[in-house]
């Protein structure tokens, strides 16, 4: 399921046999219930509206089996990718949102068990700072105002919190999955 026509595109040009793209959202998925092994959201659940966010974790539910997964993986609010990305959208509170939408559903709802949270940290690498502006402005073109506004402090911003490599700048962003797991009906 994708929210964004641009994104559909860019993926539906990848498309593997046996794969399926749909336009939609994640708080009104198109599926029959328990049809899923495993329901995913991948740094995604914190784009969903607040007032969204329980119905999205329900949909999520309804659809994955008995005995099935639903991972979770979801950027934290801190690290150079998020310092970097800040000024343009400070994305704390929707973050902090997701993370509480998981432990309301996961303290409320007795029909799953959270198997696990794991930290880990994936790196974003650019060869300049236009390949990391024309990325922040390709997923949501209404930044470019407010990205062009403060460029010069970007600028220095990308200079200051990337770790040089060869291929150029990387930046490294915290992550947290989570993997709840549906309980078997008897």
Not at 7 to 16: E, G, L, T, V, Y
Not at 25 to 38: H, I, K, Q, T, W
Not at 101 to 123: I, M
Request: some cysteine.
């Amino acid at each position: 399921i994708e929210c964004s026509r641009d994104q559909m595109s860019r993926a539906s040009k990848h498309r593997r046999t046996g794969c399926r793209f749909l336009l939609g959202v994640g708080e009104n998925l198109p599926f029959e219930e328990s049809c899923f092994d495993a329901s995913v959201f991948f740094n995604s659940i914190h784009h969903i509206p607040e007032e969204c966010l329980s119905k999205a974790i329900s949909d999520a539910v309804k659809v994955t089996k008995p005995g099935g997964v639903i991972y979770v993986a979801e950027p934290m609010a801190e690290g150079p990718c998020f310092e970097l990305d800040a000024p343009v959208e400070d994305e704390t509170e929707v973050r902090e949102l997701a993370q509480h939408a998981l432990n309301q559903a996961r303290d409320s709802f007795s029909g799953w068990t959270e198997e696990t949270q794991e930290h880990y940290q994936v790196h974003f690498d650019y060869q300049k700072f236009d390949d990391y502006k024309d990325e922040m402005l390709r997923f949501d073109h209404s930044r470019t105002v407010r990205f062009e506004k403060i460029e010069d402090l970007l600028k220095a911003q990308f200079m200051k919190l990337s770790e040089k490599i060869n291929q150029g700048y990387r930046f490294y962003q915290p992550m947290l999955a989570r993997c709840i797991r549906m309980k078997k009906m008897h």
